[in-house]
């Protein structure tokens, strides 16, 4: 990469209340290497919270498509989501140790704290019911739960769900509850369903929510 030093008028861009100064250096005059260098300075560093549903399987296709563009991952699964997906599958896939037990202390660190300071974005992908009820209410009862709630980046839910649930007026009401604080949803999308049906409820495509992450890192006008 070709890095030189040149005087260009550009707006400070503020991350996590952290006003970098990138006025010095720019990779080229063009528009997108500015991009590209404003994101190496915000290091794509990304939670995933896996949570309990059959969508989970889609999981390690969306992984290895963050790593193509270069996201740092780490991974948090709910004990349900063990359920549906190993540990073993994720660690795998991502080279990284999956974070499970909020008070396992395999090493000093706190995880939902030193988590939480990691990410610069928290997809919960897939987003239960119970998940999104959980934080709707302030509630932090697992290690995702936990991080969700000392996290101050991004945090953004992919739900998937039977088109009941996601009826449900109560799981209705925690979206719009979340919305209205500034978390992002994803989808869900209308479509086939785990159990057959048609309905709404089916997680927006993989390509749709890489899209949508590296969205985060396009600085607004
Ligand atoms: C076969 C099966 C599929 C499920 N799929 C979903 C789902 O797609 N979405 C959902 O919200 N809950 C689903 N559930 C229910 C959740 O697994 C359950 O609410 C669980 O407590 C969620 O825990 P978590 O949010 O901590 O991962 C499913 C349960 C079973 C047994």
């Not at 740092?72 to 549906?84: H, L, P």
């Not at 009401?173 to 309905?199: D, Q, R, S």
Request: glycine share 8%.
């Amino acid at each position: 990469m070709n890095i030189y030093s040149g005087k260009t008028k550009i707006k400070p861009f503020q991350h996590k209340g952290v006003f970098l100064d990138i006025s010095c250096h720019c990779w080229d005059n063009k528009y997108s290497h500015y991009f590209q260098y404003i994101q190496f300075l915000m290091k794509k560093n990304i939670v995933i919270g896996i949570c309990g549903s059959i969508a989970a399987y889609k999981v390690p296709s969306l992984i290895r498509k963050l790593q193509d563009k270069n996201w740092n991952i780490k991974v948090i699964m709910t004990q349900a989501a063990t359920e549906f997906i190993t540990p073993l599958t994720i660690e795998t896939i991502s080279k990284n140790k999956v974070y499970i037990d909020l008070f396992k202390r395999d090493e000093w660190e706190i995880s939902h704290i030193s988590l939480s300071e990691f990410g610069n974005v928290l997809l919960i992908i897939p987003a239960t019911g119970n998940i999104i009820g959980k934080i709707a209410a302030g509630i932090a009862d697992d290690l995702l739960s936990s991080t969700v709630m000392a996290f101050s980046g991004r945090v953004i839910f992919a739900p998937a769900m039977n088109v009941k649930m996601w009826g449900n007026p109560i799981v209705q009401e925690n979206v719009k509850k979340l919305k209205k604080l500034g978390y992002k949803f994803i989808g869900p999308e209308k479509g086939k369903l785990a159990n057959g049906t048609i309905g709404e409820g089916r997680l927006s495509d993989i390509e749709k929510i890489v899209e949508e992450l590296e969205k985060e890192f396009t600085p607004k006008e």
